[in-house]
């Protein structure tokens, strides 16, 4: 089974007001169909990501790919966890 990180849309937000999640899915499932474990969320709007670190490195330990826009979410979020620490 191939795994990837991807985001996937959620709530009944307006167009052009997106809202995602960070989720791990096995690569033959559609973007909002059934996923392995939820690690995250990202507001594009807002920039605020949050993201588990640790489930993070843990999936790509295990040879998940990650989509390029859970790439930018997650440098996102260790910004933002360097800044409070």
Known sequence: M?????LRRIGKNPK???HWRI???DERVNRDGRFIEEI???NPISKAASVNL???SYWLGKGALASPGVKIAVKKAQ???V???
């Open 16 to 18: 052009k007001k997106p």
């Open 23 to 25: 989720t791990v899915f």
């Open 54 to 56: 640790e489930r993070y």
């Open 2 to 6: 191939a795994v990837r990180i991807r």
């Open 79 to 81: 910004k933002t966890a």
């Open 40 to 42: 995250g969320s990202y």
């Open 83 to 85: 800044k409070e620490a």
